[in-house]
């Protein structure tokens, strides 16, 4: 039975790489996605319907739980968004983010960017345990991951894309890198671009990617040096806007509450759209990883946040693409890896 499944997902492999603008056979919600598709083409082994044989009712299930789970805390639908690029940036998207602390494994989850902060593994694991009821160890956890943050995207108001699958899961995880490679919300505009780089992924990549930010909440700890000691001489970060300035005063004190929260786009933080860049060139970024895209006089950066702000259209083209381009940073296909029965423990 393995070999028959194996067979037609060969076959279609060949058939299918295939740029993502071009018109698609739409295997039912997901597949062929909801909306217009956008991309690039396909490449790491991946293709958008390995599943299309052995679990084609897989996103289904995945849109279900999610539609779920947003309803009850919209605020899940960015941290599932979170949880694929934290993974994606460690070790590639292989979720290695997902595994719990073992003999052999020193989880990710402890890491600075991910600990106490880091949500989303209850739905995660929901949407697992209805996939192994009825396709039992063929849907890996990494590309779960990657289900759930686009479908994320979607039940929010933003873009749909078709989402190249095929990714297994690691048998490792990485705690120094989880502490090393993702970018902190108090990063200069050279440190993303290097970083995105590292990750072979460019400046649209990131401006458009950091529009992310546009659901979501960020907790005091991450932005509290903007409001009272920018630049180590207690002074508050001179490129906020002064009646937003004093609102994020109010809600986190100089000293205590680290962990009250600010909406990163306070316009609209439950809907996905564009208003967070229109925010930035009000001064009115939360984050200073926010704000430099602005600021920091680098590359064509500037330039793409005030597209993205005049044109929503743009912005959602670009980030269904620079989706696709880091959901395909160093997948493990083939043999490599497993398909986990449990997201958290290894087989």
């Known amino acids: 039975m393995a070999v028959f499944k194996l067979i037609p997902c060969l076959v279609l492999f060949a058939l299918f790489s295939f740029d993502v603008g071009v018109a698609h056979p739409g295997f039912g919600f997901g597949w062929g996605s909801n909306g217009p598709s956008i991309g690039r083409t396909f490449s790491s082994g991946l293709f958008p319907q390995f599943y299309q044989f052995s679990c084609p009712q ?11 789970a947003i309803a009850r805390n919209p605020r899940m639908a960015a941290s599932l968004l979170r949880l694929h690029f934290h993974d994606c940036f460690v070790q590639g998207c292989d979720a290695s983010i997902l595994l719990d602390d073992s ?16 949500k989303g593994f209850e739905v995660i694991d929901e949407i697992k345990a209805k996939l192994e009821q009825v396709c039992p160890q063929i849907v890996s956890c990494a590309d779960i991951l990657a289900l759930a943050a686009r479908g994320s995207t979607i039940l929010s108001g933003g873009p749909s894309w078709e ?12 705690l120094n890198g989880a502490n090393t490679n993702i970018p902190a919300p108090n990063s200069t505009i050279q440190n993303l671009l290097t970083m995105f780089q590292r990750k072979g992924l460019n400046q649209e990549d990131l401006v458009s990617l950091s529009g992310g930010h546009t659901i979501g909440v960020a907790r005091c700890t991450t932005f509290k040096q903007r409001l009272y000691n920018q630049n180590g001489n207690n002074q508050p ?58 600021t920091g006089n680098v590359g064509n950066t500037v330039e793409l946040v005030k597209a993205y702000a005049e044109n929503e259209s743009l912005f959602f083209k670009q980030f269904a693409k620079s989706m696709i381009n880091m959901g395909n940073i160093q997948p493990l296909t083939g043999i490599n890896g497993e398909i986990r029965k449990n997201c958290h423990v290894i087989n």
Not at 266 to 289: C, E, H, Q, V
Request: proline share 6%.
């Open 58 to 68: 897989a996103d289904e299930i995945v849109m279900t739980v999610l539609e779920k």
């Open 163 to 174: 989402l190249p699958l095929g990714r297994r899961d690691s048998t490792t995880a990485s």
């Open 103 to 118: 003999a052999t494994i020193r989880s990710e989850k402890n890491a600075g960017p991910n600990k106490n902060s880091i």
């Open 237 to 294: 970060d001179e490129t906020l806007e002064r009646s937003y300035y004093y609102g994020l005063r109010s809600i986190c004190p100089p000293t205590g509450g680290d962990n009250n929260i600010s909406p990163l786009d306070l316009a609209s933080p439950a809907r996905f759209d564009n208003t967070y860049f229109k925010l930035i060139l009000w001064g009115k970024g939360l984050l200073t990883s926010d704000q430099v895209l602005l």
